[in-house]
């Protein structure tokens, strides 16, 4: 069992930064890749930043340039930092452990709202 817990989200103006956190209840990050992803009520959800077990990352065009998925394996945390925010990057975030094999179990955290507004 892994719980994620996130924090870091909150009420920002247009062109504003945030960072996102979101610590795992052990160390998981050696084996299973790491997802932020955000929801909006009535659209799709929307894979934002990857960080696989090895290292790699991967971002949402819509993202690219602006935000930054990275890691601290000695805390269990995984961060998003969110830069040039734009008032479509409103939305719940959701910090997400993926299974490592077929069939195994995803962990999600509870969400983080991130609003952005003048």
């Known amino acids: 069992q892994v719980q994620l817990v996130e924090s870091g989200g909150g009420s920002v103006q247009p062109g504003g930064s945030l960072r996102l956190s979101c610590t795992a209840s052990?160390?998981?990050?050696?084996?299973?890749?790491m997802e932020w992803y955000r929801h909006v009520p009535g659209k799709q959800r929307e894979l934002v930043a990857r960080f696989t077990s090895s290292g790699s990352t991967t971002y949402a065009d819509s993202v690219k340039g602006r935000f930054t998925i990275s890691r601290d394996n000695a805390k269990n945390t995984v961060y998003l930092q969110m830069n040039s925010l734009k008032p479509e990057d409103t939305a719940v975030y959701f910090c997400i452990a993926l299974p490592t094999t077929v069939g195994g179990t995803t962990y999600w955290g509870q969400g983080t709202q991130v609003t952005v507004s003048s």
């Open positions: 052990r160390s998981i990050f050696s084996i299973r890749d």
